[in-house]
């Protein structure tokens, strides 16, 4: 039942925050109520003025009545309004709250239409023409609630004021009073098409205003969603260029310490020599200290100019790229084999896994073969199989480096690099796994920012700059690429670089 009467609420709640807003705010100034009071005097000093300008028109009891219960009915409201606690501006309430909100509302609005319903029947009826208050809670409600809460407003000031003027022409409600008790003759009220005229004219009315004002709540409804949609785009741009800032002033200041500390080491041990502290044998020693520490220095600034180039460059580069995946993994292997065989690691030639996918310069170039075969000719066919990728081939070849540097880097002698390429319909797969030290779970959120390196490198004393996968996430990122990582603490780890194939073979 719960959530059936919630369903059934949320069909009174103002369509959107500026719409609640606006109620909450009526609701604090406790705008309806003054305008009761405002009525309320104005309908006393009316029936002082009638009493003077027409001393032998002598309205009826009721109207008095109809009076004193606005008054009554307005002290309820007050202390209604006291049960509930609106937050103050701009914070918004919650459901609870609005729930209460809507519901105090609609409930001054039907009791607002029946006491003016007997005003109505003690003033005349069908003859009154203040009946064009009814239409005031008609626009009310499709402005400030929801359609649908207008449409039952509307809906409930018809049903009401059909039901006096038709009771009066029945005879139900009897006796019937003038709106001018000195003026005779008009007996509008026993006249059945005057009766209909004037249900229509209403009814024509409050349509009327319900269609112009539901029109202006549906574009109203429609800029605020824009308005909404543009102040998140603007939050997350905000918060993204703060993240930005914050991650530049950080890897500022990474790259200035980690800079320092090879040049502080470089001129403490320079000093040892020009100091005579280094003599002999001692001198040669420091100068290779010093020559590790500039080579050290020197990776650093390259993979720094690296990162920068790629960030300044723009992703279109990529998307016209025809860079052969196999052609640079067989270049790397060429590049990393010796450093391998120096460290007692088994590094692998690239190999091509074959999968369900049929690679479509295959099938093409098998087609070809076949055709060419029954017709005695001989062409040459397309690469067997195509693995060509839109990716930058300096840029590829420089992540591709990276992570192979780090597999060697972080395997211990007797251990093994693999590499498989494992051709998609979508894209080309390249596995590179080892058998190292692995990398611990908690260190996957920042493994690709730059100058992070995860708690097993550290504790392990291997070197590095932390740069090399921050290059890879970058190209990857600009190329359309993805990249997963798959590691357990000394066991190894699986880097899957998943690249966007480029275009079919011609």
């Not at 005879?171 to 003026?183: A, E, I, K, Q, R």
């Not at 390429?421 to 080892?434: E, G, K, L, Q, T």
């Amino acid at each position: 039942m719960m959530p059936m009467r919630d369903a059934i609420l949320r069909n009174f709640y103002p369509s959107g925050d500026f719409r609640a807003r606006v109620l909450l705010d009526l609701m604090r100034a406790r705008w309806l109520i003054l305008w009761r009071w405002i009525i309320l005097l104005a309908a006393i000093g009316l029936i002082m003025v009638d009493r003077v300008v027409l001393p032998g028109a002598n309205r009826p009891a009721g109207v008095l009545v109809c009076a004193g219960l606005l008054g009554l009915a307005n002290v309820v409201w007050i202390i209604l309004h006291r049960q509930v606690p609106i937050p103050v501006a701009p914070a918004m309430p919650g459901p609870d709250i609005l729930t209460s909100v809507a519901i105090l509302t609609n409930a001054q609005m039907i009791v607002d239409l029946l006491l003016l319903t007997v005003m109505l029947r003690f003033t005349g009826g069908v003859e009154n023409p203040l009946v064009v208050f009814y239409l005031f809670h008609v626009v009310l409600a499709a402005q400030l609630l929801r359609s649908l809460n207008a449409m039952v407003q509307g809906a409930a000031a018809l049903v009401l004021y059909s039901t006096v003027v038709v009771g009066e022409w029945a005879g139900w409600l009897t006796p019937h009073y003038s709106f001018l008790p000195t003026v005779a003759g008009l007996r509008l009220h026993e006249d059945g098409a005057s009766v209909l005229a004037a249900i229509g004219a209403l009814a024509v009315a409050i349509s009327g205003c319900l269609l112009s004002m539901m029109r202006i709540s549906f574009h109203l409804d429609a800029q605020e969603r824009t308005l909404e949609q543009t102040h998140r785009h603007l939050t997350a741009s905000y918060q993204a260029i703060q993240k930005m800032q914050a991650q530049r002033a950080r890897f500022t200041w990474t790259a200035a310490h980690q800079l320092k500390s090879p040049i502080a080491v470089i001129q403490t041990l320079a000093a040892l020599v020009r100091d005579g502290v280094a003599t002999g044998g001692q001198i040669h020693d420091v100068a290779e200290r010093i020559i590790r520490r500039c080579a050290s220095g020197i990776e650093q600034v390259s993979e720094l100019l690296t990162l920068a180039r790629i960030e300044q460059n723009t992703p279109d580069r990529h998307v016209s790229a025809q860079t052969n995946v196999e052609t640079i993994l067989l270049k790397l292997h060429v590049r990393f084999a010796e450093p391998a065989l120096a460290k007692g690691v088994t590094l692998s030639a690239p190999v091509v896994e074959r999968s369900s996918f049929i690679d479509p310069c295959e099938r093409k170039s098998a087609e070809r073969d076949a055709i060419d075969a029954a017709q005695g000719e001989l062409y040459a066919p397309c690469p067997h199989p195509s693995l060509r990728v839109a990716v930058d081939d300096r840029d590829l070849e420089d992540c591709l480096g990276n992570v192979l540097d780090n597999a060697l880097k972080y395997t211990p002698a007797g251990g093994a690099v693999t590499v498989s390429i494992v051709p998609n319909a979508r894209d080309i797969d390249v596995r590179i796994a080892d058998t190292g030290i692995g990398i611990a779970e908690e260190s996957y959120a920042e493994l690709f920012e730059p100058f992070r390196r995860g708690q097993t490198a550290l504790k392990a004393g291997v070197p590095g700059s932390g740069l090399g996968l921050a290059i890879v996430k970058e190209v990857f990122d600009q190329a359309g690429g993805r990249v997963a990582v798959q590691s357990k603490v000394s066991e190894g780890t699986t880097i899957v670089l998943s690249l966007p194939r480029a275009k079919e073979c011609a």
